[in-house]
């Protein structure tokens, strides 16, 4: 018993000295808060695929009616912006060029009599490419813009309906904002990059200042050193998480359908995971410099192949198996659906394992190189 | 230029190339990550859907519903299941087996002669953008049943990405990524380290001047950047075929100057900071997240709140993502070209003269 109290003792001290090491400076306490909170804010504003003010310019050779109607029914929900009438071809072109409109509506000049004649009535939309993701979208939108007006347009004359209507409904995310789903998967990625970078420091920065080797000779074992320096990290990533938690669900108000205490407890390991990551890299580099260097090149992949900006289906097979030994992407996946589809632990269980898998091989392997590092 | 000048700054340069080729994680940073990232770019981000899993319920067994899906089936986006019934579908899309789930129900053929027929479709929204394309393609394949009735008929044509594949704006924009990382993030934790062990003191003693410490400093984190553009236009060029439009002159003039800004911005930060642990905090927050999230790489700006299109516009990482992304899928551009040049120009100035005018032979 009075083992176990010394034990915890020791634990706590170095905790203790973890903690002041890292929130002695006011520097680094601000930047391990306030970015948390800018960058979710922003990111959550900037992140998006939907689509919001799409500038588009008309080149318009009908002259007619049917076209001025299109045009404005295009604009009527506010998406669509007009930033020029287009002349002629080379105007239009140098529109594109510039940047100044996505896309191009060129109405022919037999538009109109066509429409009237019962003809399918070409319209042309160009597209700027360069984004080809935004383009895609918009052109969606006009498409369905051009349905809504063939119905009503049928509907007038009396021209038969098509024959067939799809109803369609999205699950979990009925608007389909992209900011749905990235705003948790953030929760997981911010604090990810910033707890790895902090826990690969840690010992990193004592090898260079020659304080480890005194760490080493105190009457503490390495399984304890690493229990203290992994303890701090992982509650100063949960609080990072916390407050992207926070913000989205009250600034950005996405709804919660799932258990907050489901929630803590997969990012729990996760952050103890990561901290097994970034200990590993720790005791591995010689300097700081390394240590970060090293973090750097293993976090860049992590962040891309977690399925946070890109979704990971869209990989190719090989790429998505290279992805099995990411634990981000089991933790965005983790969160993601318990935060927006409401399921518990139970279901999403098979996205622990690997995060155990990877916390279990970690921890001890750093604690056993504190000693065994091959320089 | 006197004589000294260049004597100092070829000692001071020699010095830093042998501490950069010294340390084998300045080279994994200047050189591996690159090809990984120009592999993981190439072959992993997508923002294109192939052979999603559909699951298809026909409760209609008649050919004219079989027909009627067939259009789903044929095209490459989509990879169907067939399904006897709805409990097994939705069970399915729980479990995010299926994207999403095609309802063909089981009045289709006798709705469909009186006019009435509706085709149900459930997509799963948890991944918005590629919930949004299956619901696009998904609702084009099955409207074509409906056939080219009298109305307005949408041709569309894509300009400067014929193929419609997001690799070929994600390539161009990985070397914006790569420019950032090894110009800023490296160069700010080099500096800071000598701030922290207190060896740029020990070279203020010395003749050499302020200026003459950043160049060397600046010049092998320069080539080291230049190695890692060289990589990502070899990648692009002959591993994923991504056309080069414009010329090739111009995109290598306007690199040179973004890795002088992104050098200059990592020289900065360090200065600033005196300190390794928030160097390189600062370095991954203010060059690497943003490049990433706010630059127009992924996101277009254009669908953005104005607030965050702002910030997004101070970012010298925007202006260069615009180039690069013209250069290579639109071509010359003049007007736009000299816009961002001029823009990138004088963040480099202001950042490289206000590195100068923080590194100063000044003990604290």
Redesign the interface.
Known sequence: MNTLMMLIRRIANLCRKEFLAVLK?P??RA?LIV?ALV?SM??G???????????YAVLDYSHSAAAMR?TARLEADGIFRRVANARNEQEARDL????KA?LILHFPPDFERS?YS????????????????????A??H??AV?MN??RE??AQTG????????????????N???R??LMPGLIAALSM??TL?LTA?SVA?EREHGTFDQLLVTPMTPAEIMVGKALPPVCIGLLQSTIILLVTRFWFGVPLAGSVLHIYAGLTLFTVACVGIGLSISAL?AN???A???T??LV??M???S?L???V????E??QLLTMANPLRFAIDMV??IY??GVGLGTVWPNLIPLLIIAALTLPLAAWLFRHRLV | MSRGFMQRLVALTRKEFRQLLR?S??L??GI??PI??IL??G????????N?PVAIVLEDGSPTAFE?VAGLRLSPVFSPVMLGSMHDAEAL??E?KV?AIVRVPASFARD?GM???????????????????I??Y???A??R??????????????????A???T??LVPGLIVLIMT?VGA??TA??MA?EWERGTLEALFVTPVRPAEILLAKIIPYFCVGMCGLILCLLAARFLFHVPMQGSLLILLFSSMLYLFVAVGMGLLISSV?R????A???A??TS??PS???S?F????????V??RV??NVLPATHFM?LV??LF???N?W??ILRNCAILAAYAVVLLGLARFVTRKKLD
């Not at chain 1, 289906?313 to 190719?316: A, K, L």
């Not at chain 2, 300190?275 to 928030?278: A, D, E, S, Y």
């Not at chain 2, 996101?299 to 953005?304: A, C, G, S, T």
């Open positions: 400076d520097k680094s930047i970015p960058q922003l990111f504003y900037a992140a998006t695929y939907e689509l919001n003010r799409v500038p299109f594109i060029d510039t940047q996505l429409l019962g003809q399918p009535a070409p319209l042309q939309l160009i597209l700027d490419g360069r984004n080809s993701n935004t383009a895609g979208s052109a969606a006009v498409n051009a007006y063939n347009w049928r021209a038969p309906e098509p024959r067939l209507q799809i109803a369609s409904r999205a699950w979990y995310n009925p389909l904002e992209t749905w789903n990059l910033q970078l420091l920065r580099s700081m410099q390394q970060m260097l090293y750097f090149v860049m992949p962040m891309l192949l399925g900006t890109t979704p289906r869209n990989m190719p090989l790429l993601q659906r927006l589809e | 340390d994680s300045n994994a940073i591996v990550l990984v990232l993981i770019f072959y992993g981000l997508s923002l294109d859907v192939k999603a009627a899309m729980r995010r994207d469909l006019g009435t027929a509706r085709i149900q479709l459930l997509v799963h929204g948890s991944e918005a953008n590629r919930a949004t394309i619901l696009n998904a609702t084009a099955l409207g049943k409906a056939g080219p009735g009298p109305g307005i008929a949408v041709e569309q044509r894509m300009w400067f990405n014929a419609n594949t997001s070929w704006y990382l993030f490296l934790l080099v380290r900071t300190n390794q642990f928030i390189s905090q600062v991954l927050l690497f997240m990433l999230m706010l127009g992924l996101f277009d700006l254009r669908n953005v709140p607030v965050v910030v997004g615009e992304k013209t899928l639109a071509g551009v007007p736009l």
